[in-house]
């Protein structure tokens, strides 16, 4: 995605349809995505598109994504003290239990967000399905 704008901004919205494509199923929208269009400077992008490829990758494999009748809501807002937020919400898939120990994808996903985008992260295995919370300040996107 990012190659294709020469490693310059990226909008969020077209970033995460370009990673969640694979998963989507025109058939039914098991994948919904709403926020307004903003700008991501090239660095944000890049940590964004690979934190949500693997939320995606294990909604396909284990969660919402890996049955019929499961979706992911994807939403996102810009408060006026310039912090992104940004919801994922798997509804319809298999019971989802709190693990145990911190696995590499949810290590990846906090790390990533936190100490490349100085943000904060709430991942709760809710029985409902994972839901994720994201909070990012944001820089100019001329980064």
């Known amino acids: ?53 693997e939320l995606a990758s294990n909604a396909a494999k284990y969660g919402a994504l890996s049955t019929e009748d499961g979706r992911v809501e994807l939403s996102w807002s810009t408060d006026k003290s310039g912090v992104l937020s940004i919801r994922w919400k798997e509804i319809g898939g298999p019971a989802v239990d709190q693990p145990s120990r911190l696995n590499f994808g949810t290590s990846f996903i906090k790390q990533s967000l936190e100490y490349e985008l100085g943000g904060k992260v709430d991942l709760r295995f809710e029985p409902s399905g994972l839901e994720c919370d994201i909070q990012i300040p944001l820089v100019p996107a001329t980064e």
């Open 1 to 53: 995605m990012l190659s294709s704008y020469n490693w310059r901004d990226a909008d969020l919205e077209q970033l995460l349809r370009a990673v969640l494509t694979p998963y989507s199923s025109k058939l039914r929208q098991n994948i919904v995505i709403d926020g307004k269009s903003l700008q991501l400077g090239a660095s944000m992008a890049a940590t964004l598109g690979m934190v949500f490829f």
